[in-house]
Nanobody, 128 residues
């Protein structure tokens, strides 16, 4: 059973850069067809697809976040990382990592049932 676990700070100040890591177990992030994805859910709103990194290493981003987001990976630790710069209170959300097939990238879907695996999520609050 593939497991994903998010980690990172729960509180970030406005204008700072948010760093979150997703550790993956029981599957390699480099040798299968999954797209390793970041999704978030602001309070009272729906899930939002943020971006993904393919097993081959290419990264893909939501057009609305493209100027602020970067997704990378550490293959030695089998984990991938989200960086979101210049955060504001509107970036307050529960952040999830997930693993899905090519269709999840093609549609930039955030629907839970489109992904094979999800992390439990981590709350990030942007506040001074």
């Amino acid at each position: 059973q593939v497991q994903l676990q998010e980690s990172g700070p729960g509180l970030v100040k406005p204008s700072q850069t948010l760093f979150l890591t997703c550790a993956v177990s029981d599957a390699s992030i480099t040798t299968n067809d999954y797209y390793w994805t970041w999704v978030r859910q602001p309070p009272g709103k729906g899930l939002e697809w943020m971006g993904a990194i393919a097993s081959a290493g290419s990264a893909y981003y939501s057009p609305s976040l493209k100027s602020r987001i970067s997704i990378s990976r550490d293959t030695s630790k089998n984990q991938f990382t989200l960086q979101l710069s210049s955060v504001t209170p509107e970036d307050t959300a529960v952040y999830y990592c997930a693993a899905g097939g090519a269709l999840t990238l093609a549609t930039m879907t955030a629907r839970r049932d489109e992904y094979d695996y999800w992390g439990q999520g981590t709350q990030v609050t942007v506040s001074s």
